[in-house]
């Protein structure tokens, strides 16, 4: 069974530039997150789907962050604009009914 | 307020030299611990799911067990390749407290 797909898994850009990430999640796993992931600290979550709706975006920053999920299938995850505070792996996971989340291998951003 | 807190930050073993590591937890109502393992430069793999406390579960050289207030993840006679940062997260079982609250997570380093 393939695995939750993300892409690019590095990006380096400079503040105030936009970036986009994408994420592919196993095939018939209706919710999907977005976590932030700082060095050294445990996932942040951004955002929850649960099949092309918002579940919780409380913590996502919505002046720069925004994310969707069209068809219910893949999402993406946009900054405009890129501050250096955003530096951080991105983590794209779907996860099981019974509650395990699958994770990819995230998408690495240097704001320089 | 809901919280997670794992310890120790960091653990240096010598291989064979079995440990414990701690997640300690406050939550309303317990839905769900869940211990995940997670190497430099990838995403947290799933480990084990414990729902109750008495529950047990083993894989290979892991064993998590579970109490009211903290579960613990066993690992016996350890090798390098066990080497990874271990993420313990929680999920409650009403309104808000259905979201995932993460731990910051131990750094096991296993010398041979």
């Known amino acids: 069974e393939a695995g939750v797909a993300q892409s690019p898994r590095y ?7 936009s970036v986009a990430f994408w994420c592919n999640p196993i095939s018939g796993h209706a919710t999907l997150y ?5 060095l050294g600290q445990g996932p942040k979550l951004l955002i929850q789907f649960q099949n092309n709706g918002v579940v919780d975006d409380s913590q996502l920053p919505k002046d720069r962050f925004s994310a969707e999920r069209l068809k219910g299938v893949d999402s993406t995850l946009k ?17 099981l009914p019974t509650g395990e989340l699958f994770f990819g291998e995230g998408s690495r951003l240097t704001v320089l | 307020e809901d919280q997670v807190t794992q310890s120790p930050e960091a653990l240096r073993l010598q291989e064979g030299e079995s440990s414990s590591l701690n997640c300690s937890y406050t939550v309303s109502g317990l839905r769900g611990l869940f211990w995940y ?3 430099p430069g990838k995403g947290p793999e799933f480990l084990f799911t414990l729902y109750s406390a008495g529950e047990e579960k083993e894989k290979e050289r892991l064993k998590a067990t579970l109490t009211k207030k903290e579960s613990f993840l066993h690992i016996t006679a350890p090798k390098p390749e066990d080497s990874a940062t271990y993420l313990c997260a929680v999920q409650g079982s009403a309104g808000n407290n259905r979201k995932l609250i ?11």
């Not at chain 1, 990006?11 to 530039?17: A, G, N, P």
């Not at chain 2, 993460?102 to 041979?112: D, E, F, Q, R």
């Open chain 2, 37 to 39: 393992r997670q190497d």
């Open chain 1, 34 to 38: 977005w976590y932030q992931q700082i």
């Open chain 1, 11 to 17: 990006k380096i850009i400079e503040k105030r530039q």
């Open chain 1, 79 to 95: 900054i405009q604009p890129a501050k250096l505070e955003d530096s951080a792996v991105y983590l794209c996971a779907s996860r």
């Open chain 2, 102 to 112: 993460w731990g910051l997570g131990t750094s096991l380093a296993v010398n041979p």
